[in-house]
């Protein structure tokens, strides 16, 4: 998913109803079954924006948090569909090694030759 078609923020908590998530025009744009979901909901757009600057800040940023913050904006283009990861560190890392490799594997699969 590019970001043209990411619904544009600012995204904030419908006042008339605190589990629906509505654009800048009142459009609904997500629900939540609590209060603490649809403030994270609507904050997507935001934290989306900062990571998107982080992944190309020139300064110090360690290989691993680049990693994770390449990770996490993938995973909001939904470039991978419909994943699960765990929320420790370095088991998500992990698993997201494995996940890349299995979707390659998916997209390039391995010739005859190099079976």
């Keep these: ?21 509505v654009d800048r025009f009142g459009k609904k744009v997500a629900s939540a079954e609590t209060g603490s979901d649809a403030s994270m909901m609507a904050a997507a757009p935001d934290l989306y924006d900062v990571l998107e600057k982080l992944e190309s800040y020139e300064g110090e940023i360690s290989e691993e948090m ?40 998916l997209v390039n699969p391995p010739s005859d030759s190099d079976r």
């Design 66 to 105: 680049r990693e994770e913050i390449q990770m996490a904006l993938r995973r909001a283009r939904g470039d991978f569909g419909i994943a699960v990861f765990s929320a420790v560190s370095r088991q998500r890392r992990i698993r997201n090694d494995e996940w890349l490799k299995f979707m390659d594997g």
């Design 1 to 21: 998913m590019d970001k043209a078609r990411i619904t544009p923020g600012m995204w904030r908590i419908d006042p008339l109803k605190l589990s629906r998530v």
